[in-house]
């Protein structure tokens, strides 16, 4: 519960941080810290020096960019639940986002970190691949943008690599606007055990919590959904591609039905009909 | 005016919502140094080597024992199966201390933990109580010859009974393993120096660990001093003499610094003791109108690795309680106490008795359903009458002092509608569509206010009365020092309340002190619902004795006979002329001055100490009802409502009882749905950490609708029964029950706690 010794550094701009961490090597970036905190002090992770980006405000903001909404990597999760324009625009972010943890936490974790962190049980990765989001990687090399189907390359493994930021998250607008996120857990502050996350419109998406290794795009049931196939189709096609396992909270067996089983509550809560 | 009865907001509170309260871990004398441990990672190894030299190596490092250094240190509990303060040659379950680092700060402390390195060949664990009592079960303790430390065999097990009855039934109970989470974990400071030991610790009774820690090191109680500052829960996981205690108190004294060890929270899941961790075999005979004729119960106590005083009569309460709220002619019990691969058990609120109210609370519903009976009035047909008390158990433990149990069974009726929700939960039955409805009912009874003589003597205790202090201030006001040592309940407001009616001084004016044997007089802790019951009396005599003398000298101030004295308005008044007046706070500051009191009276003399006793335990019981919810397609269960009568006999604080009832119901759904320590079979703990022992927060607890009876305990003048463990003995059965009685249309007759999404939906799942 006492992580190893650390030194503490801040950085006062995107250019900074990419800076110190060239300089450093053994980093990581500090944002909400609610994801890397706990893993120091377990010691699975134990950098030499952690680059607190935390305050970078150039990194916090939601704007509307015509045919998408910006989000900052350093947006508070409590600011996506609270912002009027995602609402208006792009419910399902704001509406995940107050499905994560609890207060306590929308108030210090961050859209980028939850992203980068890349844990298949987390709630905003699951959101950005059904919104079909893109994101902004910056690098000592520039910029590159990736679309959130290749964003997530493993288990806690994104495209971000070894001293990249994850600067922007570019949400498309389209025209429907209706949308469902079923999140099961067994404690309203918990990680999902099962989620999925329908969004509906043109460009439609669904993309599963806690199915397999990474935050999972549901790509036969997403084609389906764009097909206006039957829901029941929809919620069969939804496992191709999973990779659920046993733990303590569930089976891999009880972990498909409620798939199937969200999947299909979650077309019905959305309105969907075929 | 007597404040018994009224919602006073709690004196403690101020402090602590605004963060002034003092914990052990606030405390920070000058040259502190910090302690930890290294725990086996083994459920069961045996010791090959132990190599410290890198962590000692560590600049900052002062010490770093194993079991070779603890010579003159003797192990702890019971002798001959006695706990080591460190793994001695073999470990016995994972969490288990094997050697103890002392370092400058704690992250030094903690890295050294990390560079200590144990050599282990692993042995065969037995890690359940199947495990340890199979044929050729790995022995943990050579001396036993088997895993069972004891075994209470049935005086007779009703073979008769049961072989003539119409109908019988029997059940098998795992009352799961619990973790008390203390939001405080354990922690204590040692501070050995010429002028003596001081030990802070969070504990429930302090008395009790400065006498143990004195006989433990041969050292004079007198100069030996415990403090229990602000204790963050207990739950009676800290009435248990842990190794830490005594590691920082030989480690102080060896290295001339006060030595200070804080658990941290996932350590705490596997260091404090566990609680219930019981198995049981049940039989009931019954006749076809749901009347029970026998009742054979057979306890199994896991114990751990290690028996623990407390632990080993957990199963002695239990069978004492078996028959709960019923009138059955005819009761066997029996128990055993093993040990296994695990963390060592002990009290858990409740200790025993929400494992007795589980298991006949379960059997009644099984009647219920064998027979056809409804539940509620199986329970009525079965209950001892009101008037049949005095009622004398089939355990010279357990003589019940009072209940009304139809009373408030009939008093829950009318919290909700129940027949109204049958007729839903029928109706929802055939619509697929619709969530699942369940009732579930639990009419129970436990014993609280340890105090009768013999009682807590017989876990190690020196005595079972409670001492209380009350010293009249020259001003007037009271300060009450007392051998109850809260940890959460709100004595500080419940004892002043008493005694500002029986003293007549305002509630605003008594302090209440507690926790250090260095002012307190000897006394004994809180533990077993006993505070209000035992030491609450103890204000009130100590109060009545104390008005007592102060009207000797208010009736030699206004030149009166004392016997005509009364106290009234803020002082003493003559009876009948309502003009001739003393205040308090005269009479007080008198009492000190030798030419203003009555010449045979001594100075000082309104300090009066008690050492209260009690004739009998106090049996408060009550009636639960619990409504879910169950979602067909994930298993999901809801409760929906939660109808909670309890009677404690009387009431010193409403706000205060809730608020103890309020917290025990939240523990009891948490063992009925969350709550869980398990093992793999190798004997590695499967949640050890609070991210997967799921404690519910108050966003997954339901409202709580709340009633009350009252009916009195004749063994104390207040009446006050003790509820601070009603709610986790209530609780569990009524959850249970009605999750079992919403699916017992497909069958189902018992589901063992924590019942999870997972195992309804394969309830639901296999009925498809
Ligand atoms: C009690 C608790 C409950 C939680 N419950 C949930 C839940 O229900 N659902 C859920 O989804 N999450 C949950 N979380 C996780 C929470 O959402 C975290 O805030 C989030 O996963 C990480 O965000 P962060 O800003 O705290 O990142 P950090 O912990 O600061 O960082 C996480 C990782 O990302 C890297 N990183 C962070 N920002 C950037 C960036 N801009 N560019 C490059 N790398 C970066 C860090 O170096 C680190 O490796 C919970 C956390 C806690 C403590």
């Known amino acids: ?47 030499s020096v952690l680059i607190d980006i935390g305050r970078l405000a150039e990194l916090s903001y939601i704007d509307d960019r015509g045919d998408h909404v910006a989000v900052g990597a350093l947006t508070r999760h409590r600011e996506l639940e609270d912002s009027s324009l995602l609402a208006e625009q792009i419910g399902l972010l704001a509406h995940v986002a107050g499905q994560v943890g609890d207060p306590q936490v929308r108030n210090r974790g961050t859209i980028g970190g939850s992203l980068v962190h890349g844990d298949p049980a987390a709630d905003l990765p699951a959101a950005s691949l059904a919104l079909r989001a893109s994101m902004v990687i910056t690098g000592a090399a520039g910029q590159r943008v990736v679309p959130a189907v290749d964003f997530f390359v493993n288990f806690l493994e994104t495209a971000v690599g070894d001293g990249e930021l994850l600067t922007e998250i570019r949400f498309p607008k389209r025209t429907g606007t209706r949308w469902a996120y079923q999140k099961f857990n067994r404690r309203a502050m918990d990680y999902a055990i099962v989620a999925v996350a329908v969004q509906l419109g043109d460009n439609p998406g669904i993309a599963l919590v806690n199915m397999g290794p990474t935050p999972h795009f549901a790509v036969a049931a997403s084609a389906a959904l764009a097909a206006g196939a039957p829901a029941s189709k929809i919620a069969d096609a939804v496992l191709e591609g999973t990779g659920a396992w046993d733990d303590s909270n569930a089976t891999r067996e009880y972990r498909e039905h409620l798939a199937r089983e969200l999947t299909t509550r979650a077309l019905a809560k959305a309105g969907y009909t075929s | 005016m007597s404040l018994i009865g009224a919602r006073v907001l709690r004196k403690e509170d101020p402090n602590l919502i605004t963060g002034r309260g003092q914990f052990v871990d606030d405390l920070a004398p000058a040259g502190m140094v910090v302690m930890v441990f290294v725990t086996s990672t083994e459920p069961h190894s045996r010791i090959v080597g132990i190599d410290t030299s890198e962590a000692l190596a560590l600049p900052g490092v ?38 103890v680092v002392v370092a400058e700060d704690k992250y030094l402390a903690a890295d050294a933990a990390g560079l200590v390195l144990v050599d282990y060949e692993s042995l065969p664990a037995a890690a359940s109580l199947t495990a340890a009592l199979a044929d050729g079960a790995p022995a943990l303790h050579e001396v036993l010859g088997g895993n069972t430390v004891f075994e209470q065999p049935f005086d007779d097990d009703l073979a008769v009974e049961f072989a003539a009855a119409p109908h019988t039934a029997s059940l098998h109970i795992v009352n799961n393993r619990c973790a008390a989470v203390p939001i405080e974990p354990n922690a204590c400071l040692a501070d050995w120096g010429p002028s003596g030991l001081t030990l802070w610790a969070t504990f429930q009774a302090p008395h009790h660990l400065r006498n143990t820690v004195a006989t433990y090191f041969g050292i004079p109680q007198d100069t030996t001093r415990v403090v229990t500052p602000d204790v963050g829960g207990g739950f009676g996981a800290k009435i248990n003499f842990v190794p830490e205690y005594f590691l920082a108190c030989a480690l102080s004294r060896l290295l001339a ?3 200070k060890y804080t658990q941290t929270r996932s350590e705490c899941q596997l260091l404090m003791y566990h609680g219930r961790a019981q198995e049981q075999d049940v039989d009931v005979a019954f006749d076809g109108d749901g009347k029970l004729l026998a009742l054979r119960v057979r306890v199994t106590q896991d114990q751990g690795a290690y028996p623990d005083p407390t632990g080993m009569g957990l199963p002695v309460l239990t069978t004492a309680m078996s028959a709960g709220c019923y009138k059955i002619p005819k009761v066997a019990v029996s128990w055993r106490n093993v040990v296994t691969n695990t963390t060592p058990v002990a009290a858990y609120r409740g200790a025993g008795r929400p494992e007795a109210s589980y298991l006949i609370e379960r059997i009644i519903d099984i009647v219920a359903d064998q027979t056809g009976v409804d539940a509620v009035e199986v329970r009525r047909r079965n209950y001892i009458p009101a008037d049949e008390f005095p009622y004398a158990t089939h355990s010279p433990l357990a003589v019940y002092d009072s209940g009304n149990f139809a009373g408030a069974m009939d008093e829950l009726l009318t919290l909700f509608d129940y027949d109204g929700l049958k007729a839903e939960q029928a109706r929802r039955r055939d619509d697929a569509s619709k969530k699942l409805i369940g009732i579930g009912f639990s009419s129970w009874l436990e014993i609280a206010a340890f105090g009768p003589p013999g009682s807590l003597e017989a876990f190690g205790h020196l005595a079972s009365w409670e001492s209380v202090q009350i010293r009249v201030q020259p001003d007037g006001s009271a300060i009450i020092y007392t051998g109850a040592s809260p940890h959460g309940q709100g004595t500080v407001t419940t004892f002043a309340q008493i005694a500002a009616g029986e003293l007549g001084i305002p509630f605003e004016k008594i302090s209440v002190r507690h926790g250090d044997t260095a002012t307190i007089p000897q006394g004994i802790g809180t533990m077993g619902s006993r505070a209000t019951a035992v030491g609450g009396e103890g204000v009130r005599t100590a109060s009545v004795r104390v008005v007592e003398r102060a009207k000797a000298i208010a009736a030699h101030l206004l030149e009166a006979n004392p016997s005509d004295i009364v106290l009234e308005g803020d002082g003493f008044a003559v009876n009948g002329t309502p003009s001739r007046t003393v205040p308090w706070s005269e009479v007080a500051w008198k009492s000190f001055r030798p030419l ?57 604080n409403p706000l205060l009882a809730e608020g103890q009832v309020h917290g025990g119901v939240a523990q009891g759904i948490a063992q009925a749905l969350y709550e869980g320590i398990t093992y793999d079979s190798n004997g590695l703990p499967q949640n050890s950490t609070l991210m997967d022992y799921l404690i519910p927060a108050a966003s997954d607890l339901p409202d709580y609708t709340c009633g009350r009876t009252n009916t009195p305990t004749p063994n104390n003048t207040l009446g006050a029964k003790g509820i601070g463990e009603s709610g986790s ?8 029950n009605a999750v079992v009685d919403a699916l017992s249309h497909l069958g189902v007759k018992h589901l063992d706690m924590p019942i999870t999404p997972i195992a309804v939906w394969n309830v639901l799942k296999g009925a498809q």
């Open chain 2, 729 to 736: 003995v209530g609780a569990p059965p009524a959850v249970v």
């Open chain 2, 257 to 259: 610094r006060p030595v």
């Open chain 1, 1 to 47: 519960m006492i992580p190893a010794s650390f030194d503490y550094l801040e950085a006062s701009s995107v250019d900074h941080a990419i800076a110190l961490f060239a300089e450093h090597g053994d980093a990581k970036f500090l944002a909400g810290g609610h994801s890397l905190v706990p893993m120091m002090k377990l010691r699975l992770v134990s950098p």
């Open chain 2, 62 to 99: 002062l010490a770093v024992w194993t079991a070779a250094d603890l010579d003159g240190l003797p192990p702890l509990g019971l002798p001959g199966l006695g706990r080591p303060l460190l793994a001695t040659d073999v470990v016995r379950f994972v969490g288990e201390p094997v050697a």
């Open chain 2, 596 to 652: 203003e009191i009555p010449p045979e009276t001594e100075p000082g003399s309104l300090d009066i100490t008690v050492f209260q006793q009690v004739p009998n335990f106090s049996f408060p019981s009550g009636a639960y009802c619990c409504t879910v919810e169950i979602d067909r397609g994930t298993g999901e269960i809801e409760i929906t409502g939660m109808y909670l009568v309890d009677d404690c006999g009387t009431v010193i």
